[in-house]
């Protein structure tokens, strides 16, 4: 292709003896490529989302902004990710999401025929297309229960039970964790916690440029005895959210399901995004419940009985739907339920009179859990009631067993299916007015 040449972006530490050289070899045209010098990760972001190619992003390995959401950002654009790596921090670039790495020493030949295996040249008049996602390995991942609902009606208390009664089947005994990931994080208070560290944050942190072993990982969670699961501690300030970023956060959940047998996390049920309200801010505040519901494998929500227990139950249940969580896989919880049978029944019946019509059908039915003294054994740090606990671990291996495997959020945009959306009513199609619009 006529002049057609490699368009690098770089990035290094100040005096980085191979930034210089490559300068040097692109400003020679000693190497076919052209060099664009970056001072910061926000510039690099800025140039990757001008919508101009590039074929390689090349960086350096000692950079603290190195980390899996810049590489992403780089993936994402349709540009390879090279790591100029100086050995001294032993990382794995590839199994973080690089497409290379190459020591620091390297001369004009490795760099080209590294460029020559992995990125591609670019024309003058090349346009920026959109490249695939790159997918994470296979191996062993846990399954995941979300436990989301209104605020006020007990999700923790709830997550907490669901823990312990996953915990009680001695297949997994001491490989259930509970992961407080709400804004406003209880758990450690609900589980009487004298630390506040470790937690979320330091797993977030751990895999944000690396991959911790599975001991590393389980060290960040704390043994709670009596209920015989794990707790990984949530925020400690809710304003900490930005220290949660997307990629690093969705890395460390992996990490977290191949470290433990079962993940039960709490959440919350605000699930807004830029697609939703225009604010990216507000997605990535959310990051924790996006990325945690769009992967469970099953979904609680949980409300309270009477009219603005139910209404709010509905709202989030239609929230959830909405974003994409499979209705066979979500199921309502009404917490400190009434005991007759008939007043059950009429809320099941309500529930499904309130649903939208775009609900769709294969939900379960609700789950009941009757008042216990929840607030006493949470006081003394003993179990919970088993009246709490069981239904709810129960109905989880149900779920998981009858929902079909590919009943899962879709990660992409999906084509509208003609005839789906319905059609106009009956009495729109004949109007006259209406149809001459």
Same mark, same amino acid.
């Given at each position: 292709?006529?002049?057609?040449?490699?368009?690098?972006?770089?990035? %290094?530490? %100040?005096?980085?003896?191979?930034?210089?050289?490559?300068?040097?070899?692109?400003?020679?045209?000693?190497?076919?490529?052209?060099?664009?010098?970056?001072?910061?990760?926000?510039?690099?972001?800025?140039?990757?989302?001008?919508?101009?190619?590039?074929?390689?992003?090349?960086?350096?390995?000692?950079?603290?902004?190195?980390?899996?959401?810049?590489?992403?950002?780089?993936?994402?654009?349709?540009?390879?990710?090279?790591?100029?790596?100086?050995?001294?921090?032993?990382?794995?670039?590839?199994?973080?999401?690089?497409?290379?790495?190459?020591?620091?020493?390297?001369?004009?030949?490795?760099?080209?025929?590294?460029?020559?295996?992995?990125?591609?040249?670019?024309?003058?008049?090349?346009?920026?297309?959109?490249?695939?996602?790159?997918?994470?390995?296979?191996?062993?991942?846990?399954?995941?229960?979300?436990?989301?609902?209104?605020?006020?009606?007990?999700?923790?208390?709830?997550?907490?039970?669901?823990?312990?009664?996953?915990?009680?089947?001695?297949?997994?005994?001491?490989?259930?964790?509970?992961?407080?990931?709400?804004?406003?994080?209880?758990?450690?208070?609900?589980?009487?916690?004298?630390?506040?560290?470790?937690?979320?944050?330091?797993?977030?942190?751990?895999?944000?440029?690396?991959?911790?072993?599975?001991?590393?990982?389980?060290?960040?969670?704390?043994?709670?005895?009596?209920?015989?699961?794990?707790?990984?501690?949530?925020?400690?300030?809710?304003?900490?959210?930005?220290?949660?970023?997307?990629?690093?956060? %969705?890395?460390?959940?992996?990490?977290?399901?191949?470290?433990?047998?079962?993940?039960?996390?709490?959440?919350?049920?605000?699930?807004?995004?830029?697609?939703?309200?225009?604010?990216?801010?507000?997605?990535?505040?959310?990051?924790?419940?996006?990325?945690?519901?769009?992967?469970?494998?099953?979904?609680?929500?949980?409300?309270?009985?009477?009219?603005?227990?139910?209404?709010?139950?509905?709202?989030?249940?239609?929230?959830?739907?909405?974003?994409?969580?499979?209705?066979?896989?979500?199921?309502?919880?009404?917490?400190?339920?009434?005991?007759?049978?008939?007043?059950?029944?009429?809320?099941?019946?309500?529930?499904?009179?309130?649903?939208?019509?775009?609900?769709?059908?294969?939900?379960?039915?609700?789950?009941?859990?009757?008042?216990?003294?929840?607030?006493?054994?949470?006081?003394?740090?003993?179990?919970?009631?088993?009246?709490?606990?069981?239904?709810?671990?129960?109905?989880?291996?149900?779920?998981?067993?009858?929902?079909?495997?590919?009943?899962?959020?879709?990660?992409?945009?999906?084509?509208?299916?003609?005839?789906?959306?319905?059609?106009?009513?009956?009495?729109?199609?004949?109007?006259?007015?209406?149809?001459?619009?």
């Amino acid at each position: 292709m006529p002049g057609a040449r490699y368009v690098l972006l770089g990035l %290094a530490s %100040a005096r980085s003896g191979w930034f210089r050289d490559l300068a040097q070899w692109a400003n020679a045209s000693s190497i076919p490529a052209e060099f664009v010098k970056c001072v910061s990760a926000e510039e690099v972001r800025a140039r990757l989302s001008s919508g101009r190619p590039f074929s390689a992003f090349v960086v350096d390995s000692s950079l603290a902004s190195l980390d899996r959401d810049l590489v992403e950002a780089a993936q994402q654009a349709g540009c390879a990710v090279i790591v100029i790596d100086d050995r001294r921090g032993g990382r794995d670039w590839v199994a973080l999401g690089a497409n290379a790495s190459i020591p620091a020493g390297f001369d004009r030949k490795d760099l080209i025929d590294l460029l020559a295996t992995h990125t591609v040249m670019i024309g003058r008049t090349d346009r920026l297309e959109e490249s695939d996602r790159q997918t994470a390995d296979g191996g062993w991942s846990a399954p995941l229960a979300a436990v989301c609902g209104p605020g006020g009606t007990g999700t923790s208390t709830v997550a907490i039970a669901l823990a312990q009664g996953l915990a009680a089947d001695v297949r997994s005994a001491g490989s259930v964790v509970l992961a407080d990931f709400a804004l406003r994080a209880e758990q450690a208070m609900l589980h009487d916690a004298r630390d506040v560290v470790p937690g979320v944050q330091e797993l977030v942190e751990a895999f944000r440029s690396r991959r911790p072993s599975q001991d590393e990982v389980r060290a960040l969670t704390f043994a709670i005895e009596q209920r015989q699961y794990r707790l990984l501690l949530g925020l400690r300030r809710p304003r900490a959210w930005p220290t949660i970023r997307p990629r690093a956060f %969705a890395a460390a959940l992996d990490g977290l399901r191949r470290s433990y047998r079962v993940i039960v996390a709490d959440c919350d049920a605000d699930l807004e995004g830029e697609d939703e309200g225009g604010s990216i801010d507000v997605e990535e505040r959310n990051t924790m419940a996006r990325t945690t519901l769009a992967t469970a494998d099953v979904v609680f929500v949980v409300g309270l009985p009477g009219m603005k227990g139910t209404h709010a139950l509905v709202a989030t249940i239609a929230d959830v739907l909405a974003y994409g969580v499979p209705g066979e896989r979500l199921v309502p919880v009404i917490n400190r339920a009434p005991r007759p049978a008939r007043a059950r029944a009429h809320l099941t019946s309500t529930l499904a009179a309130l649903m939208p019509n775009w609900a769709g059908a294969g939900m379960p039915s609700p789950l009941f859990l009757p008042e216990r003294r929840v607030d006493e054994a949470l006081r003394d740090g003993v179990r919970l009631p088993d009246a709490l606990a069981a239904p709810l671990a129960r109905v989880f291996d149900a779920v998981q067993q009858r929902a079909d495997d590919a009943a899962r959020r879709p990660e992409e945009p999906q084509l509208v299916v003609p005839g789906s959306l319905g059609s106009w009513a009956p009495e729109v199609d004949s109007d006259p007015e209406v149809a001459s619009g």
